[in-house]
């Protein structure tokens, strides 16, 4: 017998895949039918849709998720460092940006800016 693969739950839904379930739940699809045909949990796709009949909205809400511990200039000063010096350690723009930080922010913010 295969073994079962994963479904991606609620919060890992895209955008479209939010927008399909409620095309097909509106339509008068069962949750069941649905999360088989998206390959994604039953969970998730009933969340998605009691979202949209709680709220209105399939979408996540904007400015979710932790606050940012830096600010827009103190970002440009990390990508500005990590572009003049590629060469440069996580510890020696943390001492250069002159804020505290762990070093993973500032690799996370260096991904984001694809660096």
């Excluded at 739940?25 to 039953?42: F, H, I, M, N």
């Excluded at 060469?87 to 660096?115: C, D």
Aim: one cysteine or more; charged letters at 30%; proline letters at 3%.
């Amino acid at each position: 017998m295969p073994a079962k693969r994963a479904r991606r739950h609620f919060s890992q839904l895209s955008e479209f895949e939010r927008g399909l379930i409620f095309g097909k739940k509106t339509a008068g699809w069962l949750t069941r039918r649905v999360s088989g045909q998206l390959d994604r949990s039953e969970c998730g796709v009933r969340n998605c849709w009691e979202q949209w009949t709680r709220e209105g909205t399939h979408a996540r809400k904007t400015g979710s998720g932790a606050t940012r511990k830096t600010t827009r200039r103190e970002d440009r000063r990390i990508m500005r460092q990590a572009l003049v010096d590629p060469t440069v350690t996580r510890s020696t723009i943390r001492a250069g940006v002159g804020v505290a930080v762990v070093p993973q922010t500032i690799s996370r913010h260096l991904a984001e800016a694809n660096l």
